[in-house]
């Protein structure tokens, strides 16, 4: 669980390889350089762990490529002590950062060995998230309205349950479409309760699926 001075180097310069790609906002960087990304990765190979790239974390899955963790991020306008649902706990890094942000987070995972493994990291390191085991597709009604979500699988629709579950004003970002790539949304929820789509690219995540896996 170590967290040595060669890691805090190469993440200075994986977030330094983040700005010239043209992410801005510096509050999210740092939280980003906050997180050491190399303990949320299986092999502690730290060649890849600060690389800019998506890596395995089992179960099929994949933790996000630093680059999309920090758009995904930005596009959210975070505010602090806002209330975040992520969708998609994975390897738990995208939650250890929107905690770094000083937000109230509520993460849900779908393959129960992921949630179990990044509940336990995420506690050992201290960070102190809300887990649920279940389908994301379905959000956490218990707990709406979210100021924000954040989905980090890509969907095949825009599930109507998050839009329901999001407070008028809030923002949703999700990766939209199929298997060849989604698009980038950020969804506002106006505060009449309309909904407004902006489109900010293509990328490629693992799919979001329905139901609970065990
Ligand atoms: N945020 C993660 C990204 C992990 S990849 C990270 O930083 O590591 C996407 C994750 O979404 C996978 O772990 C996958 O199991 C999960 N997932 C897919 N469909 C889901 C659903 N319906 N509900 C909850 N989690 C889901």
Redo the contacts with the bound molecule.
Sequence with gaps: MEDSFQHKGLRKRLIESLRVKGITDGTVLDAMDRVPRHL?MDSSFIKFSYADQAFP?G??????QPYT?AFQTSLLNILPREKVL??????????AVLLELKLKVFT????HE?FLK?QSLLTRLGYKPHFFY?????GIPAYAPFDKILV??GSPDIPHKLIEQLRPGGIMVIPVGGDSGQKMLKITKTAGGFVEKEEHGNFA?????????S
Excluded: N
């Design positions: 949320f974390i179960a099929g899955q994949t933790i996000s963790v992520e969708v998609g706990t994975g390897s738990g890094y995208q939650t849900i995972e779908r393959q992921l990044s279940g389908d994301g597709y379905e980090t699988a995540f693992v799919p979001l699926l329905k139901g609970k896996a």
